[in-house]
């Protein structure tokens, strides 16, 4: 019993009892892992009895959709989304298992994408402008023997989409326009070769509306030159040239999955290369500059021991990192890529066999021969002597509820954008003015039946008909 002047406090002691010995820590160690592991088997099993009791409502969801089409009535939209419930259940998947960030199903994505257009390397991204940042910033980086210096110039055809041109000015470099082919609306090899000074570094030829470029005459003047190539394939998903897919011809490659391209990841993009170091650099400009994700990252982190690995930095770099749930939509995504692509060609002949008829007043696209046109869009360009402009056909059809939109962003030298940075153009730039004015393009993807391609068709040529006299 314990007294103070003032009190009597009584306490009750809890009887001494030692603690266990450990006599095996390799036993209790194991221990804990099989705890650990049953734990996780645990949640995986309810997460997959969870999955199952959904997975069910959202396959009827999809299959209870109305896609009817209805002539005069319904839309035919640029696009239409390219998923169904199975990317929706893998994206589920992923948000109630809580891994959400970059990890396995991404690495999968890279992997499975890389090997179908042919090339050793995927590091995908959130975006495919952002595929044209970082291939831009590796090719400009003092990592890599030879890179591009600030204040060289880079070619880039004067139609495209803004993102092709803003990388070359993001990495300090001066953006070369030249003009395209009026007829498949890609870079002008010839226009390329007249564009060349001391001060060119590389070329960026881009696969436009999936069509590919003369990548045998680029590849020539680049290696004439000694110029790097990026090839923006970011429409050009599975375009081949013989047997060989544009994206492997370069130095780099860049793809878009955007919601309106041949897949989807929602947003994201991908970066690919045969060579391995420019790859390993993707990896770091990607995330923050750190090594996490690099082959050799503990080979490099022995050099630097003071230095928490985990957080040591070996150049710059963005935050571009794609998110699980997109690398799950693409590991789907891919497996139907083929099958949207024939579709995409089914629609394209189809539409080309009625309307060559017209081609007094209308340029109606072809496959050029050796190439597989994998059109992200069926472009139309109406000539000079139509009796008709491009505004009255496109608004025409937009009266059928056929969308329709510019070659992506036009004549980039006319975008005002253009006036505040230092660019060069070569020549007058004829054909990307022409096209400016009198092309456009309507959708061209998987939702368009044999219905609907017709019914595009049967307007055009009520259109035709009336204006032709």
Request: proline share 4%; charged share 25%; aromatic share 10%.
């Amino acid at each position: 019993m314990f007294y103070s002047h003032k009190y009597e406090v009584r306490v009750k002691l809890k009887p001494f009892i030692p603690k266990k010995v450990i006599s095996n820590p390799n036993q209790a160690r194991t221990d804990r892992e099989e705890k650990a592991v049953n734990l996780n088997r645990n949640n995986e099993d309810k997460l997959n009895q969870t999955l199952r009791v959904i997975q069910g409502h959202v396959k009827s969801y999809f299959h209870s959709l109305n896609n009817e089409f209805l002539p005069g009535k319904s839309k035919i939209p640029l696009n239409v989304p390219s998923f169904n419930h199975e990317e929706i259940i893998e994206a589920l998947k992923c948000t109630l298992s809580t891994n959400v960030t970059m990890g396995k199903n991404v690495k999968r994505f890279e992997e499975m994408f890389a090997n179908y257009v042919g090339a050793r390397n995927g590091v995908m991204v959130n975006s495919g402008s952002t595929a044209n940042l970082v291939a831009l910033s590796i090719v400009s980086n003092p990592a890599v023997k030879g890179h591009i210096k600030r204040g060289s110039e880079i070619i880039t055809p004067a139609v495209t989409w803004s993102t092709t041109i803003f990388p070359v000015i993001n990495i300090g470099c001066i953006p070369v326009l030249v003009d395209v082919n009026a007829e498949t609306y890609n870079i002008d090899a010839d226009a390329v070769e007249r564009a060349i000074t001391p001060k060119t570094k590389a070329i960026i030829p881009v696969h436009l509306l999936g069509n590919p470029c003369d990548m045998k005459r680029i590849l020539e003047i680049a290696d004439a030159h000694d110029l790097y190539v990026i090839e923006d394939a970011c429409e050009a998903h599975g375009a081949m040239i013989d047997d060989k897919k544009v994206g492997s011809f370069g130095d780099l490659g860049t793809f878009s999955f955007f919601f309106s391209h041949h897949i989807s990841t929602m947003e994201g993009g991908m970066v690919v290369t045969d060579k391995d170091e420019l790859a390993e650099l993707a990896k770091v400009l990607r995330a923050h500059g750190w090594i996490r994700e690099l082959k050799d990252k503990e080979e490099i982190a022995k050099r630097y021991q003071k230095i928490d690995k985990r957080f040591l930095f070996i150049n710059i770099g963005f935050n571009v990192r794609p998110t699980e749930i997109q690398g799950a939509f693409g590991m789907h995504q891919i497996k139907k890529l083929e099958q949207f692509i024939e579709i995409r060609r089914e629609n394209a002949k189809y539409w080309t066999e009625r309307l060559l008829k017209y081609s007094n007043y209308l340029l109606v696209p072809e496959e050029r021969t050796g190439t597989r046109h994998v059109w992200f869009g069926y472009p139309l360009t109406v000539k000079p002597n139509a009796p008709f402009t491009k505004k009255e056909l496109a608004n025409f059809l937009e009266s059928k509820g056929i969308e329709t939109r510019p070659i992506m962003a036009g004549n980039m030298a006319e975008q005002p954008v253009m006036k505040l940075f230092k660019n060069r153009r070569v020549g007058d730039l004829e054909n990307s003015r022409f096209i400016m004015r009198n092309s456009f393009f309507f959708g061209n993807h998987h939702g368009i039946t044999e219905r609907e391609r017709e019914y595009v068709a049967d307007c055009v040529e009520e259109f035709m008909k009336t204006h032709m006299g």
